[in-house]
């Protein structure tokens, strides 16, 4: 079975707004990472955290870990049209292996 | 550099054929995995490598051959296709440094198997 589960599967918000995600998981993990997705292309790297991390920013993303819980968030401050896209989380549970085991995703629409 | 590329973009089989995808990385990386994306699931890993020569099963491997001859290419095999093999194929490429585990994605190859 698939090592992070996604919260929401759906989010739909208007432009301005903040959209916050969640993720789960399952075992002990060296490290998570977010993803994003554009409609019909690969995936592009977001963010990574370490499992000796709690939280991580990167201009308007802010990710926090919470290993104790086994949860993770990844909040988009200030949406924009153009953030409108499928967000996931994939899990190492070694560090270099190469390895990820992705989350089903949450789509995020950004309404103008 | 072009970083991840795969071939084709889009592929029909008729049930029973085989084929291969192909997937090439010019960054170097030692690491290489192919995913599958099916609606609603998520990506689901089939195969990954840590260098040339050596590969390991992911979470859904059967149905599905790799090998890693050089450190450039990781091609996919489909032995017999059938028609739950419909999916989109990711192939990804990383280094094995520490803090350079962030994966890179090919455009990914949509296939249809009828």
């Known amino acids: 079975s698939q090592q992070g589960e996604e919260d929401p599967q759906a989010l739909s918000i208007q432009e301005g707004e903040n959209a916050t995600m969640n993720c789960s998981y399952k075992?002990?993990?060296?490290?998570l990472q977010w993803y994003r997705q554009n409609s019909g292309r690969g995936l592009v790297h977001l963010i990574l955290?370490?499992?000796?991390?709690r939280e991580k920013h990167s201009g308007r993303l802010r990710v926090t870990l919470d290993t104790s819980k086994k949860s993770s968030s990844l909040l988009i401050t200030a949406s924009r049209a153009a953030d409108t896209a499928s967000y996931f989380c994939?899990?190492?549970?070694?560090?270099?292996?190469?390895?990820?085991?992705f989350g089903q995703g949450t789509t995020l629409q950004v309404k103008p | 550099n072009a970083g991840v590329t795969q071939t084709p973009k889009f592929q029909v089989l008729k049930t029973g054929q085989s084929m291969t995808l192909q997937c090439a990385q010019d960054?170097?990386?030692?690491?290489m995995s192919w995913y599958r994306q099916d609606p609603g699931m998520g990506l689901r890993l089939i195969h990954y490598?840590?260098?040339?020569?050596?590969?390991d099963q992911g979470e859904v491997p059967n149905g599905y051959n790799v090998s890693r001859s050089t450190t450039e290419d990781f091609p996919l095999r489909l032995l017999s296709a059938a028609p739950s093999q419909t999916s989109v194929y990711f192939c990804?490429?990383?280094?094995?440094?520490?803090?350079?585990?962030?994966?890179?994605f090919g455009p990914g190859t949509r296939l249809l198997v009828l």
């Open positions: 990804a490429s990383s280094g094995s440094r520490l803090g350079a585990e962030t994966q890179y």
């Open positions: 075992t002990s993990i060296n490290n």
């Open positions: 955290i370490r499992s000796n991390e």
């Open positions: 994939a899990t190492a549970r070694s560090s270099n292996t190469g390895k990820l085991i």
């Open positions: 960054m170097n990386h030692e690491y």
């Open positions: 490598s840590v260098g040339a020569g050596i590969t």
